[in-house]
């Protein structure tokens, strides 16, 4: 089981680049099935914050250390692993399908 996780948006505040709100995912794969569980996380600084990060500064690794060290990460990752085992043992129970051999 392959999990990635992502940034996918961020929310500032325009005038001192203060990230506020953080859209993020883990993608997760595995013999060839996916599925991914997103989610938000609110953050609180400022600019003034000894640790602040510049707006145009920041990596994706930047906010991803700020999503990991603040969510459950290993229940993100077990919700995705049942759910694609789920589909996986859904689709070995199929005996019948529809089509033509040509």
């Known amino acids: 089981m392959n999990h990635n996780w992502k940034i996918y948006d961020l929310k500032r505040t325009t005038a001192d680049g203060v990230v506020k709100l953080i859209t993020y995912a883990c993608e997760s794969e ?11 996380l609110t953050v609180t600084g400022s600019a003034s914050d000894p640790d602040f990060i510049a707006y145009d500064s ?5 906010v991803l250390a700020w999503v990991t060290s603040s ?29 033509t051999p040509w």
């Open 71 to 99: 969510v459950d990460t290993s229940s993100f990752e077990s919700e995705n692993s049942a759910s694609i085992a789920s589909t996986i043992v859904a689709q070995a129970a199929i005996t019948e399908s529809n089509g």
């Open 58 to 62: 920041l990596t994706e690794a930047n």
């Open 30 to 40: 595995d013999s060839g099935y996916g599925t991914r569980k997103i989610g938000e």
